[in-house]
Structure formats: structure tokens, C-alpha cells
């Protein structure tokens, strides 16, 4: 069981993933940072699953305003492998903070329809505006 609040840093090269769980919100909070492979992307979702199935977590916090690029060589993985996982372990609600630029955003807006059958998500703009949908649900 992971202690209240908890963190760690993947480091891929010069990309990064910081996890944080946060027990007062219920939910794990993700920043990806720098320019992620499909590689980087399954190794960080992974291990996001492990402190999901840890924590109980069943809300977390994807923040993609650090990402650079478009992730969407990810998508069919994302939306085949990992999410039917995560529901099975209890995630619930997904609040998704858009990378910045168009590349981030396709990937999310293909993505999203997906996956929103088995986990509720909401993209978002902005941090702020996804701590308050996500402290809602």
C-alpha cells in the first residue's frame, strides 16, 4: 500500500513521467514531461496501473501541458490493452489536460471515444479546471 502521499519520477532519456498519489483527493496525479514513444508511454501506463491496483486510486489526473509532440502511436494500445485493465482494477474518471499544440490534441480527441465506454474522461484546457471536475466525481 503506498503511504498517503507518494511519489516517483520514470525517467526515459529526455522524457519523464512524475507520478503523485494523492490520498485527501483519491485520486494520482500525471505529468508527463518532454517527448514520449510508444515505449515510454506503455512503461509509464504501466506502472500508473500497478499504484492503481496499490492505492485503490479510481481518478486520475493526466497532465499533458509538459508533452511535446502527439502520442497517437499509442491510441490502439491505450484503448485495446491498458484501459479494459484499468477499469477491471476500479479507474473511474480520467480528468485529461490537453498537451499544448494540435499534435496532443488529435491524439486525445482520437482517443476519447474509444475508451469513454469503459472510463469516464474529460479533457480539459487547463490543471485547474480538471482538479474541480475530477474533485466532483
Given amino acids: 500500500m503506498l503511504a498517503q502521499e507518494q511519489s516517483t519520477v520514470l525517467q526515459f532519456g529526455q522524457a519523464s513521467l512524475r507520478l503523485v ?3 485527501q483527493n483519491g485520486w494520482i496525479y500525471g505529468d508527463w514531461i518532454g517527448v514520449h514513444s510508444l515505449n515510454t508511454i506503455q512503461k509509464g501506463m504501466n506502472t500508473l496501473l500497478e499504484w492503481i491496483e496499490q492505492t485503490g486510486a479510481t481518478k486520475y489526473l493526466s497532465d499533458n501541458t509538459n508533452i511535446v509532440g ?3 502511436t499509442a491510441n490502439e494500445w491505450l ?3 491498458w ?3 484499468a477499469a477491471e482494477v476500479g479507474m473511474k474518471h480520467v480528468a485529461h489536460v490537453l498537451a499544448p499544440g494540435i499534435f496532443g490534441q488529435m491524439s486525445m480527441e482520437s482517443l476519447e471515444p474509444q475508451i469513454n465506454s469503459l472510463i469516464n474522461i474529460q479533457m480539459f484546457d487547463a490543471l485547474a479546471d ?3 471536475w475530477l474533485s466532483e466525481q
Avoid: I, L
Fill in 21 to 23: 498519489y494523492d490520498a
Fill in 70 to 72: 502527439g502520442w497517437n
Fill in 79 to 81: 484503448a485495446d490493452v
Fill in 83 to 85: 484501459t479494459p485493465k
Fill in 130 to 132: 480538471a482538479q474541480h
